[in-house]
């Protein structure tokens, strides 16, 4: 959402789609994701 300061984009290049879907399922990221301020449940997408 251009403009909104709250918004952000973060891309991340992986060698395979299971290790993406590893690196999301894993319940350390949601607890970083929370010490650092993330409210909300993120949009993730995954791109071939």
Do not use: C
């Not at 060698?15 to 994701?33: C, Q, T, W």
């Amino acid at each position: 959402m251009a403009g909104d300061p709250d918004t952000v984009l973060v891309l991340h290049y992986f060698d395979s789609v299971e290790k993406a879907h590893a690196f999301f399922a894993n319940p350390d990221l949601k607890e970083a994701m929370q010490r650092g301020g993330v409210i909300g449940e993120p949009r993730i997408e995954f791109f071939d």
